[in-house]
């Protein structure tokens, strides 16, 4: 029996039997806003006067499973909003390839990458995050778009069975990466996949930083994930029956910062041949990347990133008419492009051994009509 199997579930939701370097913080955040009438007072002294946002127009929205992106207006139509969203944890088993290499995944909602969530600049976001009783681990949420508690991760942290409401105000323009972050265990649960993005739309939309509106057609949600799967003694791919089990043969893998998977939307050919994306010639798509925990490098074989906010913030100019572009682990970034020919393209991380060895690539099939201006065949393939 693995030290690991001998830990009681409650050191393993406390975090300490994996303790890490930002377990004191969290665990004084904890402790500031504990049901504890000195330091609630204390906190509440130190407190600015409380905004009243009961005026305030409430949406709740639907939040749908990636690539696909909720209903969302690009401009802003009147002044700020609550947007209400759910997060629901769920610990599930995931497999990552054909040959059926699986993983204790962790997610919100399901997915790999989480659901992007969109609001706009000075909207306030209003999370319920559920963590049901099904469940094995703590969990929290950090967003990298709020100010302040870790990004939230600090008042949200949650046992299984127990649930949280988070609101913060989206107060910078981009798309930004959200991820648990849990004390003593932050980048296993990043890296079992546990993170998403949020993107927040400038109030009139995307410009191109000269005054030019940059209208989408489409939005498509890229989520890139590495992944650290033990293997046996005769390296085969161990399967575990549950988080707690896999925890410490998997930080032994994550520690030689070599991932057996790099993939997109949590599996080896997610997002390619029938799960392709599609756009039509003419169509302008706007393409959301985000990676967690590790560099990555987006390029669209066949296309260009027209309008590329590489680290996604939107009020930057975007870089124009990019072959590839560069997000550091840790950030979202977002891309436009128009459609200008049809058939299919793959979209890849540039580290093409991560794209076509591990499998971090995707599809977008195009239908409309052949440009032979653009391109042509002037003589094809042939014993010459
Ligand atoms: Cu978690």
């Not at 939005?219 to 890139?224: A, D, P, S």
């Not at 790099?262 to 990676?291: P, R, Y």
Request: glycine share 10%; charged share 20%.
């Amino acid at each position: 029996m693995t030290n690991n199997m001998q830990m009681t579930r409650r050191t393993m939701l406390t975090g300490a039997a994996v303790a890490g370097a930002l377990t004191p913080i969290i665990v004084a955040s904890n402790v500031a806003n504990a049901d504890d009438a000195h330091s609630t007072q204390a906190l509440k002294s130190s407190k600015k006067p409380a905004v009243d946002l009961s005026k305030l127009p409430r949406e709740k929205v639907e939040l749908v499973k990636p690539p696909f992106v909720h209903a969302h207006d690009q401009k802003a139509k009147g002044g700020p909003k609550i947007k209400e969203f759910t997060l629901t944890i769920q610990e599930k088993k995931m497999v990552l390839d054909k040959e059926g290499t699986e993983v204790n995944a962790m997610t919100f909602d399901g997915s790999v990458p989480g659901p992007l969530m969109v609001v706009h600049q000075d909207d306030y976001v209003e999370l319920t995050l559920v963590n049901p009783e099904t469940n094995t681990m703590q969990h929290n949420i950090d967003f990298h778009a709020a100010t302040g508690a870790l990004g939230g991760g600090a008042l949200t942290v949650v046992n299984p069975g127990e649930s949280t409401v988070l609101r913060f105000k989206a107060t910078k323009a981009g798309v930004f990466v959200y991820h648990c972050a849990p004390p003593g265990m932050v980048p296993w649960h990043v890296t079992s996949g546990m993170n998403g993005a949020i993107m927040v739309l400038p109030r009139e939309g995307l410009t191109d930083g000269h005054g030019k509106p940059v209208v989408y057609d489409k939005v498509y949600y890229v989520g890139e994930q590495d992944f650290y799967v033990p293997r046996d003694a005769n390296g085969m791919f161990k399967k575990y029956d549950s988080p707690g089990e896999a925890y410490e043969d998997t930080v032994a893998v994550m520690k030689t910062l070599t991932p057996t998977h790099i993939v997109f939307n949590g599996a080896v050919g997610a997002l390619t041949g029938d799960n392709a994306m599609t756009a039509k010639v003419g169509e302008t798509v706007l393409i959301i990347h985000s990676q967690a925990n590790r560099d990555t490098r987006p390029h669209l074989i066949g296309g260009h990133g027209e309008y590329v906010w590489a680290t996604g913030k939107f009020q930057n100019v975007p870089d124009i008419d990019q072959e590839t572009w560069f997000i550091p682990g840790g950030t979202a970034g977002a891309a436009v492009y128009t459609f200008a020919q049809p058939g299919i393209y793959a979209y890849v991380n540039h580290n093409l051994i991560e794209a076509f060895e591990l499998g971090a690539a995707a599809h977008f099939k195009v239908t409309g009509d052949w440009n032979d201006d653009l391109m042509t065949s002037v003589r094809a393939p042939s014993a010459s």
